[in-house]
């Protein structure tokens, strides 16, 4: 169904729900930018063809919240004519606290793009080289483990065309997550065990095959590199040089501002059950990045818009995909994503109960931005949906 079709009644149910609830949505413009966004972003003021999207697309956010049972929903989008920011529900569902267009989310994976602008970097400064095997950057205790390690390059992990293991889903990751409590950070080192004993899925450079390992071991090869943790240089290379206040990594570094709760159908019963309390890997290189839609929105300004973060050199090689014949394809730690978000760049995250996604749309230099506390919705449909609305009007 069209969401911005639904029946007079449901709207009216919306709204009535939004009122009980308190919601919150904003224009981003200079008289009320103080309360909701930093003046970076505020710049931007909508025109007045602008302006007449501002409660359609808010209505429509809480049309999605209401309809698709999400407790809170935060929507950025950013068009050459202004940006729109709003936020709809809940942020924990025990408390009924209303969500804020400045709470954070766990970005899960799209954490993906940030290790990867964190790679190349390293590249660019010498490093470490795209095409080199990765035995020659892994710690020496571990390289022997890694099956291909003295094949595979730094690209494929990257871009996910390795055809290692996948530790995520092995049976004896799953059942010590079961029982890990949070006080107990996962590190790199005892995340890559579970992959040891596994068969590689394919040969270094065969296919595209997506695949969380990847970004651990690219975890393991930064630590080595820079003698330091992941989180410090992710801090010192990205969020120090823009800014990014609001950005860190879950359970390594200390809790900034409110983080929305997490939820999903954990038990497969048609309830929503809250992640709050659940470890599964939370903080590692894959997806450990807890963040807020002004920060990311700093961040996709600065790598695709401005194109500053990196070096031409380094975002062409970022933005060579591999196509997996079905009309997606992946670069290096970035997504072209298919239909409904066809040709769009950027990369979405499911994990911890959220479900999050970044996405430039380079032709009509737009950005959409949807983080949601309900890990089983369909994102991009979301996303899609807004941008209809801006599209079409």
């Given amino acids: 169904m069209n969401l911005k079709f639904l029946a007079f009644s449901k709207i009216l ?5 939004v009122i009980s609830l308190g919601f919150a949505g904003y224009l981003v413009g200079d008289n009320i930018s103080q309360r909701i966004i930093e003046k970076s972003l505020a710049k931007q003021v909508m025109s007045t063809s602008t302006v007449g999207k501002s409660s359609q697309l808010q209505r429509l956010l809480n049309e999605i919240v209401v309809e698709q049972k999400i407790p ?6 950013s068009t050459p004519k202004g940006d729109w920011l709003g936020a709809s529900g809940v942020n924990d569902l025990s408390t009924k606290t209303r969500m804020k267009t400045t709470d954070g989310f766990s970005i899960a994976s799209m954490s993906k793009t940030f290790m990867a602008v964190v790679v190349l970097k390293l590249v660019a400064q010498g490093k470490i080289e795209l095409d080199q095997a990765i035995a020659t950057y892994l710690p020496r ?18 871009n996910h065309t390795s055809g290692i293991a996948e530790y995520l889903e092995t049976k004896e990751f799953i059942q010590a997550t079961a029982k890990r409590s949070r006080s107990q950070p996962w590190t790199a080192r005892e995340a890559i065990r579970y992959m040891y004993q596994e068969e590689p899925r394919a040969n270094p450079g065969e296919k595209f095959i997506y695949t969380d390992g990847n970004y651990i071991l690219l975890e393991l090869i930064v ?9 410090q240089a992710i801090r010192n290379q990205i969020l120090k040089p823009l800014r990014l206040k609001h950005t860190f990594t879950e359970l390594r570094e200390p809790t900034i501002g409110e983080v929305a709760t997490g939820y999903g159908d954990r038990h497969k019963h048609g309830k929503l059950d809250s992640y709050a309390q659940v470890n599964d890997g939370n903080g590692l290189g894959d997806g450990g990045l807890v963040s807020t839609v002004e920060d990311l929105a700093k961040f996709a300004k600065a790598l695709f818009v401005k194109k500053t973060l990196l ?17 997606y394809s992946y670069g290096l730690g970035v997504e072209r994503f298919s239909s409904p978000l066809a040709k769009a760049i950027g990369h979405s995250g499911t994990a911890y109960g959220f479900v999050t996604l970044l996405a430039y749309l380079p032709n009509q230099n737009t950005t959409i931005i949807v983080l949601l506390n309900n890990q089983d919705v369909d994102i991009k449909s979301v996303a899609r949906t807004g941008l209809e609305v801006v599209e079409n009007h």
């Fill in 13 to 17: 149910f919306a709204i009535v729900f």
């Fill in 223 to 231: 630590e080595n590199i820079t003698k330091g943790t992941l989180a």
């Fill in 141 to 158: 205790d571990i390289s022997p483990h890694i099956i291909n390690s003295d094949r595979i390059t730094v690209r494929q992990l990257l």
């Fill in 72 to 77: 809170g929903a935060v929507m950025y989008i």
């Fill in 311 to 327: 070096s031409p050199k380094m975002l062409k090689e970022m933005l060579k995909f591999k196509d997996n014949g079905e009309g």
